[in-house]
């Protein structure tokens, strides 16, 4: 009687963006290439182009994957029953601390910033935009709730996030010995929370 025994194989994308990530960690974005995540996938370079034209694609996915869970967990208080001016801000402030502290983000800020120039100035990306959604559906259930003040929540959304968005790149060069991250932070939730409040 032979046996069986399932044997679980990774899915080949979580393979190629494990070792992306690993390169970008090690040498950056610009020196990755898909040659080099091909070696330590130990997959054919052919097997990448399959799935993606570039590196830049690589990324994009990589990117989604790193943060999708993070951010919707970050985001949870966002979701809950009765969505209140503070549990909103609070929400956003904690998305802003886990991208700081996110290990692929901090690298990418220290080596290649450039890369996030078009998510700036030219362009919406994907996490962005679920960011939206999120903070979209929890405005219309706190106006439902007239916990919120009124307007289009999409717009509110959008404008919380272009708020949050220079925190999470310019906070550093506003911290000092007299004025704390926690403390920038904190005027952080007051400015969500007074741009909530009905």
Same mark, same amino acid.
């Given at each position: ?14 393979? !190629?963006?494990?070792?992306?990530? %690993?390169?970008?960690? %090690? ?5 990755? $290439? ?14 990448? /182009? ?12 990589? =990117? ?6 993070? =951010?919707?967990?970050?985001?949870? #208080?966002?979701?809950?029953? @009765?969505?209140? &001016? ?8 904690? $998305? ?14 220290? !080596? ?6 078009? /998510? ?25 709730? @007239?916990? =919120?003040?009124?307007?289009? &929540? !999409? ?11 220079? /925190? ?10 007299? !004025? $704390?991250?926690? %403390?920038? =932070?904190?005027?952080? #939730? ?7 409040? &009905?």
């Amino acid at each position: 009687m032979t046996s069986s025994r399932h044997i679980d194989t990774p899915d080949p994308d979580t393979v !190629v963006l494990d070792a992306a990530r %690993a390169s970008i960690l %090690a040498v950056g974005f610009r020196r990755s $290439t898909l040659t080099d995540i091909a070696k330590r996938a130990g997959i054919s370079r052919m097997t990448i /182009y399959r799935r993606w034209d570039d590196m830049q694609a690589v990324l994009a996915d990589l =990117l989604v994957r790193e943060w999708d869970t993070a =951010l919707r967990e970050a985001l949870a #208080a966002t979701t809950t029953a @009765s969505p209140t &001016p503070a549990a909103l801000a609070g929400g956003v402030v904690e $998305t802003v601390r886990l991208l700081r502290a996110d290990e692929l983000f901090a690298r990418i800020v220290e !080596v290649d910033p450039e890369l996030l120039l078009p /998510y700036l100035l030219q362009r919406r990306g994907r996490n962005q935009d679920r960011i939206v959604e999120v903070l979209a559906t929890a405005v219309r259930l706190g106006q439902s709730e @007239s916990l =919120l003040r009124e307007g289009d &929540p !999409v717009t509110i959304a959008r404008s919380v996030v272009l708020a949050a968005q220079g /925190y999470v790149l310019s906070l550093t060069t506003m911290t000092d010995p007299d !004025v $704390t991250e926690d %403390a920038l =932070l904190g005027e952080l #939730a007051h400015l969500i929370e007074g741009h909530l409040q &009905p």
